[in-house]
C-alpha cells in the first residue's frame, strides 16, 4: 500500500466543510482498518455514519449539513437542490426541514436517507445548470428558483429570491425567463418580482 498522503485528505476535507467519504480516504492511500484506527474517540477523525466522517478539529460550519448529507450521493451524480440550493446562496429565509438533492432518472435507485430529499430529473443537467458552491454541487440560481417554486416553495420566498439574485447579479431576467420555460404560473411570478426589482 502506498503511504497516506494527509495534506490530500486535508485539503479534500477542507473544501468540504471538514467531512470526506471512506472512499476519498482510500483515493489518498488510506486503508480502512487505518481509518477506522483515527476515527476512534480521541483520534483525528470522527465517524459521522458509515462511510462519511469529519475532520474532528474543523470548525463548524453553517451549511455542513448540507455537505453531510450530498457527500454520500455525490457518486450518484447528485447535486444540492430546490430550497436547499437556495439556502446556499444565501437567497432565502427558509432553512429547509430536509435537504433537497436532485439525481439523474437512471440513478432514482438511491436509498433515501434520514433528512435528504431525493428528486429525479427527467434529463441530466447541463453544464449550465450546475455551480460549485462551498465545495458542492449545485443547482443554478435560475434552476434552484424555477425548481422550488415547482416544488410548492412560499411564493414570498421565491420572490425574495429572485429580488435578491437580480440585485446581487447571480442570475438576469432573461436567464430567469429562459430557465422558466412554458409554465405561466412562473412567467407571472418572475414579472411581479422583477417589477418590485425596478421599483
Not at 23 to 37: E, F, I, K, P, V
Not at 112 to 139: C, K, M, W
Not at 172 to 197: F, M, N, P
Amino acid at each position: 500500500m502506498s503511504d497516506v498522503d494527509h495534506d490530500q485528505l486535508y485539503r479534500i476535507a477542507e473544501s468540504q466543510a471538514g467531512y470526506f467519504t471512506s472512499s476519498q480516504a482510500r483515493d489518498a492511500g488510506m486503508d480502512l482498518s487505518t481509518l477506522s484506527h483515527h476515527a476512534r474517540p480521541g483520534g483525528q477523525y470522527e465517524r459521522v455514519r458509515r462511510g462519511l466522517y469529519r475532520l474532528r478539529r474543523f470548525p463548524s460550519s453553517p451549511v455542513e449539513h448540507v455537505v453531510a448529507a450530498w457527500l454520500p450521493l455525490r457518486s450518484a451524480e447528485a447535486v444540492v437542490s430546490h430550497a436547499s440550493a437556495l439556502e446556499l446562496y444565501e437567497l432565502s429565509d427558509v432553512i429547509p426541514d430536509v435537504v433537497h438533492v436532485s439525481v439523474p432518472r437512471a440513478k432514482r435507485g438511491q436509498r433515501s436517507r434520514a433528512g435528504v430529499r431525493i428528486h429525479t430529473q427527467g434529463e441530466p443537467l447541463a453544464l449550465r445548470d450546475v455551480r460549485t458552491v462551498a465545495g458542492v454541487a449545485v443547482t443554478s440560481p435560475e434552476r434552484a428558483i424555477i425548481d422550488s417554486l415547482h416544488d410548492g416553495e412560499q411564493p414570498e420566498q421565491v420572490e425574495l429570491a429572485i429580488r435578491q439574485a437580480l440585485a446581487r447579479g447571480l442570475t438576469t431576467r432573461r436567464r430567469l425567463h429562459q430557465s422558466a420555460g412554458r409554465s405561466k404560473r412562473v412567467r407571472e411570478l418572475l414579472d411581479a418580482a422583477t417589477k418590485q426589482v425596478d421599483a
